[in-house]
């Protein structure tokens, strides 16, 4: 009989669910997708609801419910937090405290979540068993991993205590090796440039990481005179004289201000040449003490391989450099590395302890299943929702829609991809991305401007067909989740041009024979996609190759900014028109703006025909 264990991440933010058969992932997806607010920290009630669906069960025949962090804990961290910052803090101290004290409060979550689960009217709500922040990552990044052995490190901003934790995966054990305790932690530390920077805590930090290319890190020695202190050996300490973070409701204050001459950038302000340096020295100062730690794991441990997760883990460039450095022979990164998949993990650790077991191992290849572990919709349920509002479109055998959307793409058009599952975690890996072609100079402005409606020096990222990544980038190793930055091949690179532009005007030149993918720094955050891992997009890619000569295209999140990704044909259907999308795949039916009816914001049809 199947062992069924659902995993559960909430009430901070990115809440999610997850379903693991036998230790196997069969399903996950984050709650944002179908409540469609952004990093929705809510019970996951419709994430648990597509999770049974999907795998056609109940309650009643799950063995175990697995949460993905110790509230109590958390609450003896949050009050020794404020015993150490008194008198300072007293009213954040007082804001809080009925939020975790109260009835259903944060303090009693678990019965929270056994409530909810309740409500759901799915079945007898089983055990639950709570796991420990920092343990779930590590298990989301081991487990599904290829590895049967690894060295797995886990960097964010603060789980219970931990910040920065290592540990040992053999087979089906993980063991902690060594602990890096809160306040002092690396993802706090780049927040708090985040926050100073204008950007929002949480969610904005990649946009930070996309900004320091433009930047020289002027900064970096003052960071690490003033602000950490990184040991030979990764560990670190911050000094607390310049945070905020343990006595109030913002990162950064006055400490801040003087050490980076003036107040924090205001969010939607002008961008400045501190903001590109602070960017490019944390940056940097990000990147050493993740290349520290790397080292240090690679010594404590003996392992060749290592397995990374935690919010940190998102940061690619510092993904990169470890990959470059040669500290392990292979590295793998969970791709939903932040909290969400921590419902992942915290579900495969209780599967581990009821004797599942790791065969994936054998052959090579992770358990993730290309992440496409959300919902997916057939060309019955796609039809239905077309022909229910007399939407045009063409239905198209599966190598003929290829064909179809890389013809388009080759002519400068941009196209909404929508196949198959849904991704599982923060990247479009070509299940729901806009796509175009990377070797138009415009491509980057025209689908930041005119279709994500966001920041103009935000950056692309190139997915690219496995077999030919060596020949467009320098990357040592296969990257299928997007999460390692490597530079554009010298092959594909132009000689350099003198002109003397800084800033945001470093994006007019032209430095690659894929302008739209190379940033300023001539990176590329890189996907290689296999025929195994995405049929569908290798598919695309392959006609695109095939009518090009290119093998790569522009990939980019089907959504605007400020949005989740999109989930239903609806979602798709809605992001299409509104914006300056030129045609839309949908499954097996090609849509074209030109033929389509009129449509406004107030067409919302969300509630009329259910999309299960």
């Excluded at 997915?463 to 030919?468: G, K, N, R």
């Excluded at 467009?472 to 530079?487: A, E, N």
């Excluded at 999109?566 to 033929?595: Q, W």
Aim: aromatic share 10%; charged share 25%; proline share 6%.
């Amino acid at each position: 009989m199947t062992d069924l264990v659902l995993g559960i991440a909430a009430y901070y933010h990115d809440s999610a669910a997850a379903l693991v058969a036998d230790g196997v992932p069969v399903a996950a997806a984050q709650e944002e997708r179908f409540s469609r607010r952004r990093h929705d920290p809510a019970f996951p009630a419709r994430a648990v609801e597509y999770c049974l669906d999907e795998y056609g069960v109940g309650l009643d025949d799950v063995s175990a419910i697995a949460y993905y962090e110790d509230p109590r804990l958390k609450f003896k961290r949050v009050l020794s937090t404020f015993k150490g910052a008194a008198p300072m803090g007293f009213a954040s101290f007082r804001d809080t405290l009925p939020a975790w004290l109260s009835r259903g409060g944060k303090l009693h979550t678990a019965d929270t979540v056994r409530d909810e689960l309740a409500a759901l009217g799915r079945g007898r709500v089983p055990e639950l068993s709570v796991r420990r922040h920092h343990e779930s990552h590590a298990a989301s990044a081991f487990f599904p991993s290829p590895y049967e052995s690894a060295a797995v490190l886990c960097i964010d901003g603060v789980g219970e205590w931990a910040t920065t934790t290592l540990w040992h995966g053999r087979g089906t054990e993980l063991k902690p090796v060594s602990e890096l305790r809160f306040p002092h932690s690396l993802g706090l530390l780049y927040s708090a440039f985040t926050y100073f920077c204008g950007f929002k805590v949480d969610s904005g930090e990649y946009k930070l990481m996309g900004l320091a290319p433009y930047g020289t890190p002027r900064y970096a020695d003052l960071i690490r005179e003033r602000l950490i202190d990184i040991k030979p050996d990764g560990s670190f300490r911050l000094d607390m004289r310049y945070f905020e973070y343990m006595r109030g409701q913002v990162m950064t204050g006055k400490g801040f201000e003087k050490l980076f001459g003036g107040p924090r950038r205001l969010p939607e302000a002008a961008l400045t040449e501190r903001e590109f340096d602070l960017a490019a020295s944390v940056q940097e100062v990000t990147e050493e003490a993740v290349l520290k730690l790397a080292r240090s794991a690679r010594e404590r441990t003996g392992e060749s391989r290592l397995c990374l997760a935690g919010g940190v883990a998102l940061n690619c460039v510092a993904n990169g450099k470890v990959i470059d450095a040669g500290i392990f022979d292979e590295v793998w990164i969970q791709p939903a590395a932040g909290d969400a998949g921590g419902a992942l993990g915290a579900a495969q650790a209780v599967a581990m302890e009821r004797g599942a077991r790791r065969g994936h191992t054998g052959s090579g290849q992770d358990a993730m299943s290309g992440s496409l572990l959300g919902p997916g919709f057939d060309d019955a349920e796609i039809a239905a929702y077309l022909d229910a509002h007399h939407i045009p479109y063409q239905h198209l055998d599966s190598d003929t829609l290829a064909k179809a959307v890389a013809e388009q793409l080759a002519e400068g058009k941009i196209a909404g991809f929508f196949q198959g599952r849904m991704e599982f975690g923060p990247r479009a890996l070509g299940a729901r991305s806009i796509v175009g072609d990377p070797r138009n100079p415009a491509m980057q402005s025209a689908m930041n401007l005119k279709i994500k409606f966001r920041e103009s020096f935000r950056p692309f990222a190139p997915a690219v067909l496995e077999e030919d990544a060596k020949d467009y980038f320098d990357l040592p190793q296969k990257s299928p989740y997007m999460l390692v930055v490597s530079q554009v091949a010298a092959a594909q690179r132009l000689a350099a041009q003198e002109t003397g532009a800084s800033g945001l005007d470093l994006l007019k030149v032209p430095r690659s024979t894929i302008p739209a993918v190379t940033h300023v720094d001539s990176s590329a955050r890189v996907q290689t996609v296999t025929e195994h891992s995405n049929p569908a997009y290798h598919r695309l890619l392959t006609a695109f190759k095939a009518r090009t000569g290119c093998p790569v295209l522009v990939n980019t999140s089907f959504n605007v900014r400020g949005e989740p990704i999109v989930n239903t044909p609806h979602d798709a259907y809605t992001c299409f028109m509104r914006t300056n999308i030129d045609l839309l795949a949908l499954g097996n039916f090609l849509l074209e703006k030109s033929a389509q009816p009129a449509w406004s914001e107030e067409s919302d049809w969300r509630d009329e025909i259910p999309l299960d």
